[in-house]
């Protein structure tokens, strides 16, 4: 079964770094793309940040472009998002779920999210 495990979050002020982590297992981690999602109350969810199957190719929402880093390791099975220059209005949990493809464009597996991690910016 297809397992993902959200590690990383906690409480930084603005300005502030943190490492997420998504550890992956029950599937062929290197032949799928994987997305990283967020979700704070009374919000939407949005799409953060997209990496293609061999990290060949990354895109990002333009709330994030220039300050978040999606990046992959196939032999650990791990997707990582870096986040650097935090604010206030990144506060959510963050999710990741892979695609149904290796390039990026794909239906996103919404049956394959884990619990999330809390992220938190507060001043």
């Known amino acids: 079964q297809v397992q993902l495990v959200e590690s990383g979050g906690g409480l930084v002020q603005p300005g502030g770094s943190l490492r997420l982590s998504c550890a992956a297992s029950?599937?062929?981690?290197?032949?799928?793309?994987m997305n990283w999602y967020r979700q704070a109350p009374g919000k939407e969810r949005e799409l953060v940040a997209t990496?293609?199957?061999?990290?060949?190719?990354?895109r990002y929402a333009a709330s994030v472009e220039g300050r978040f880093t999606i990046s992959r390791d196939n032999i650990k099975n791990t997707v990582y998002l870096q986040m650097n220059s935090l604010k206030v209005e990144d506060t959510a949990v963050y999710y990741c779920a892979r695609e149904f493809g290796p390039c990026g464009w794909d239906p996103v597996d919404f049956d394959s999210w884990g619990q999330g991690t809390q992220v938190t910016v507060f001043s």
């Open positions: 029950g599937f062929t981690f290197s032949s799928y793309a």
């Open positions: 990496i293609s199957s061999r990290g060949g190719s990354t």
